[in-house]
């Protein structure tokens, strides 16, 4: 059985972030990708030079279009820009109970913001209520957990205060911290679950797309029936290999390689360190 996932975000006119990537890691893990558009970006990988909103009734429309005909297994936002967007995405599901990943995505990686001020609050109070887990980098924990982070133990706090928003788990994403020879990221759930996942540090620009693409494949995993924990462990196996199979096009940030994965075989989980 083929199962399917739907992806709510931006369009990425270079390909490697946003619904672009999204589309391709699901095809790579073998989920049929539907999609809401909430903006459009002109985009490459040296940085966004234009963005246009997608009417939140339009975004509504995709949605409620996708969900009245295919059984939807698993659903990831990424750029959702505006508080409008965020009601309109709340809104149009009234909640299913369907596992939802937040990519809470704030800032394009040449630097362009991708979510108004006045978003952050409803995303907050909104939309992450419902998630199944949520998966800040380290600068959008700082946000939505109002703190700033410069150790483990606060890595761990905001984990907790993200829990609180209401989320059922958080995976708060380290690899901003570049002092570090490797990429920990943090998962911890309401339940009391807790483990860190380790890989290592790839010294490469070529990391455009990686929050969306690491949140997609968690997606993905969800989709197929894994669970939270084992999904971001099998996630951070594919955007491991995607980054460290770097493509090396375009002329700054690079797109990561959606394909290497399926390519490794039994060598996916080579670098990838699981500990509590």
Request: proline share 3%.
């Given at each position: 059985?083929?199962h399917?996932?739907?992806?709510?975000a931006?369009?990425?006119?270079?390909?490697?972030?946003g619904i672009?990537?999204?589309?391709?890691?699901?095809?790579?893990?073998g989920?049929?990708?539907?999609?809401?558009?909430?903006a459009v970006?002109?985009?490459n990988?040296?940085?966004?030079?234009?963005?246009?909103?997608?009417d939140?009734?339009v975004?509504?429309a995709?949605?409620?279009?996708?969900?009245?005909d295919?059984d939807?297994?698993a659903i990831?936002?990424g750029?959702?820009?505006?508080?409008?967007i965020?009601h309109?995405?709340?809104?149009a599901f009234?909640?299913r109970?369907?596992?939802l990943?937040?990519?809470?995505?704030?800032?394009?990686?040449?630097?362009?913001?991708?979510?108004?001020?006045?978003?952050?609050?409803?995303?907050k109070?909104?939309?992450?209520?419902?998630?199944a887990?949520?998966?800040?980098n380290?600068?959008?924990?700082?946000v939505l957990?109002?703190?700033?982070?410069?150790?483990?133990?606060?890595?761990?706090?905001a984990?907790k205060?993200?829990?609180?928003?209401?989320?059922?788990?958080?995976l708060?994403?380290g690899?901003?911290?570049?002092?570090a020879?490797?990429?920990?990221?943090?998962?911890?759930?309401?339940?009391?679950?807790?483990?860190?996942?380790?890989?290592?540090?790839?010294?490469?620009k070529?990391?455009?797309?990686?929050g969306?693409?690491?949140?997609?494949?968690l997606?993905?995993?969800?989709?197929?029936g894994?669970?939270?924990?084992?999904?971001?462990?099998?996630?951070?196996?594919?955007?491991h290999a995607?980054?460290?199979d770097?493509?090396?096009?375009g002329g700054?940030?690079?797109?990561t390689n959606?394909?290497?994965?399926g390519r490794?075989?039994?060598?996916?989980?080579?670098?990838?360190?699981?500990?509590?």
């Open positions: 059985m083929v399917v996932a739907l992806t709510i931006g369009s990425d006119s270079g390909g490697g972030a672009q990537a999204d589309l391709k890691t699901f095809q790579e893990l989920v049929f990708g539907t999609s809401a558009l909430t970006t002109a985009q990988t040296c940085g966004v030079s234009a963005i246009q909103p997608i939140a009734a975004v509504t995709q949605i409620r279009a996708v969900m009245e295919f939807i297994k990831k936002t750029m959702l820009f505006s508080a409008e965020i309109a995405v709340a809104d009234h909640w109970g369907i596992p990943v937040i990519d809470p995505v704030m800032i394009a990686k040449g630097g362009a913001s991708l979510l108004k001020d006045e978003a952050v609050e409803a995303l109070t909104v939309l992450l209520p419902h998630a887990i949520v998966t800040p380290i600068p959008e924990a700082e957990a109002g703190m700033v982070i410069k150790s483990e133990i606060d890595i761990e706090q984990a205060h993200i829990i609180a928003l209401g989320a059922r788990a958080v708060i994403k690899g901003h911290r570049k002092e020879s490797f990429a920990e990221d943090l998962f911890m759930g309401a339940d009391g679950e807790r483990f860190l996942v380790r890989a290592p540090w790839i010294d490469t070529d990391t455009h797309g990686t969306c693409t690491y949140s997609a494949a997606t993905a995993f969800l989709a197929n894994e669970t939270a924990a084992n999904a971001v462990v099998s996630a951070k196996c594919f955007i995607a980054i460290e770097g493509l090396k096009i700054g940030h690079g797109p959606h394909w290497a994965y490794r075989g039994n060598k996916t989980m080579e670098g990838v360190v699981v500990y509590g």
